[in-house]
């Protein structure tokens, strides 16, 4: 491990630890249990009010709880610390000590693990996660070995929300749609024109007419308030698409931590899987109460658009197999895994 020796003194009450970056230097007290008690600092994009960064306060809470006060974990929400394209490399080089953030936010970087973003119909955001976390773990690509990978978890499926009606391929041609990553080559197939920006742009850009539409999942018409400034909602979960997020600790600190600290995090981490998948159900809930209270139409695809929607977003599929097999990555495999677990848990979710 690339890190210093930490002096341990018989008799001392104070210990003082130095990280392998010059930013972030720690001093450590002692903790509730006698041990010593270690300060983190977590960058978090979702604004302080999401039940996304609420989780993140709340897992940082439990961890300081269970490991009687030697690991305290301070939330910097709303992308005060780094922001959300620039999270990852913010962990990797120590200006975060943990990051969440999205994938797709760093479009490129994770060539395997984009595939998770894949308009494959995701059924709902207990789903998505569940099923994320599994591919991440079973695959554990190099794309993520910088980091220490904590887990995963995802929204239910996006769907477009627009300023005017969209009911048809006919009626999205040409709509500027707000979208991020692997999402904007979605609004490109069905020959919409992609306008990518962080979510936390997207409220005044439907309210200025930059962009007339954005690719989202529910909640954000709540959770980001965007209900607000459109007026229909097109039932499109027939090519639902998630957005996968990572928590992620930087490598150096992870390896520094002692075995029994490690356990705390991995115990709490894997019990906070199900907490976020069960919230973004949820947010899914409140979203769609909150544009039914604003009145906003929402509009169904007939079966024939159904089809022609997934028929046209079917070629960015192939190009996801084709370009992980010019870089030597197991995309064919990591995709046949992927949508016979998406088309298992719509199964599932169909018998609810």
Partial sequence: MNIKCVVFAATAALLLVTGCGKKNDRVQVKGESGGPALKMTYSVFF???????????????????????????????????TKADQCYQGIVDNISDIGMSAFAYTRGRFPLLEGLDLPLGYPDGMSATR????????????????????????????????????GSLADLKGVKVRATGFCS???????????????????????????????????????????????????????????????????????????????????????????????????????????????????????QEQALWVEKVSPLLKEYVDKAAQKGLPGEAFLNDLKAAVADARAQAQKK
């Fill in 131 to 166: 099923i994320v976390n599994m591919m991440a773990a079973k695959y554990d690509p190099a794309e993520t070995k910088d980091v220490k990978m904590l887990y995963v978890h995802a929204h239910g499926p996006g769907i477009l929300a627009s300023k005017r009606p969209v």
């Fill in 185 to 303: 080559k979605i609004v490109e197939s069905l020959g919409g024109s992609p306008v990518s920006m962080p979510q936390g742009e997207t409220y005044e850009a439907l309210q200025k007419g930059v962009v007339d539409a954005t690719f989202c999942p529910v909640e954000t018409l709540k959770g980001w308030k965007q209900g607000e400034v459109i007026t229909c909602m097109t039932d499109s979960k027939c090519i639902g698409y998630t957005t996968a997020f990572f928590v992620a600790m930087n490598l150096q600190k992870w390896e520094s931590l002692p075995e029994d600290l490690r356990k705390v995090i991995v115990d709490v981490s894997a019990e906070w899987v199900v907490k976020h998948g069960e919230a973004w159900n949820a947010a899914d809930r409140e979203g769609l109460q909150f544009i039914a209270d604003l009145k906003r139409n929402i509009l169904p695809l007939s079966p």
């Fill in 47 to 81: 604004p302080p009010t999401h039940v996304q960064a609420k989780l993140a306060k709340e897992w940082a809470d439990a961890i300081n709880a269970r490991s009687g006060g030697r690991l305290e974990i301070t939330v910097f929400s709303g992308g005060a610390l």
